[in-house]
């Protein structure tokens, strides 16, 4: 088990490029969950998946946003049209439907939008 | 809205002594409270949970304490050691997690 991983490690991108995150989670787990954080701030959630079905989107993912998790495994997170304020640390999670507090995290993608 | 807060950006004791971490919180339907704790350049750790219907829980050095009537939850790190050098996140378990803003606890030698 090599823990909850996540490609690229660092993107930079100018603003209106589209970018794509993969995160590829423990493997016996079935929930994945997005967070973002930005400087000075605590992870904020931003979806979840339950093998492939996505349960929970939050209201800070405007429709530029759009994730994945095609076969229940891997999941993809990709932001279309970039803006500055997209700046920030993507984080992925994996975790258990019984224990789902308990979350193992990745190491995170930063995004840079110049 | 801040429905879990940490008001206290930083916190720096010696080795040894008592490290308490405080969080605040609004919302009484959390059903678990947790603390992570980060190191620059990796994701989260979980440390340590307690379940809303009780008040304590301990686990090793670490000891985490939740006073419903009051909303407000504290880990207590004894004794501390300068690998605990970190930022402490509280949070709160719905289906997803609440962070709060976290705590930089610096151990001295």
């Known amino acids: 088990d090599t823990g909850v991983s996540q490609n690229p490690r660092h993107k930079i991108t100018k603003r209106g490029q589209n970018v794509t995150f993969r995160c590829d989670p423990i493997s016996e787990h079935n929930r994945l969950y997005w967070y973002r954080q930005t400087l000075g701030q605590g992870p904020e959630f931003l979806t979840y998946?339950?093998?492939?079905?996505?349960?929970?989107k939050s209201r800070l993912l405007s429709d530029r946003f759009s994730a994945e998790r095609p076969k229940g495994s891997f999941s993809t997170l990709e932001i279309q049209r970039t803006e500055q304020g997209d700046s920030a640390m993507y984080l992925c999670?994996?975790?258990?439907?019984?224990?789902?507090?308990?979350?193992?995290f990745g190491p995170g993608t930063r995004l840079t939008v110049t | 809205d801040q429905q879990v807060k940490q008001n206290s950006p930083s916190l720096s004791v010696q080795e040894g002594r008592i490290s308490i971490l405080n969080c605040d919180y609004t919302n009484s339907m959390f059903d678990y409270f947790l603390w992570y704790k980060k190191y620059p350049a990796e994701g989260p750790t979980f440390l340590i949970s307690i379940s809303s219907i009780k008040d304590k829980n301990e686990d090793g050095r670490f000891t985490v304490f939740l006073n419903k009537s009051a909303k407000h939850l504290s880990l207590h790190i004894v004794p501390s050691q300068p690998g605990d050098s970190a930022v402490y996140f509280c949070a709160a378990f719905t289906g997803k997690l609440i962070f709060g803003q976290g705590t930089t606890l610096q151990v001295k030698p």
């Open positions: 999670a994996s975790t258990l439907v019984q224990g789902a507090y308990e979350q193992y």
């Open positions: 998946f339950q093998n492939e079905a996505q349960l929970e």
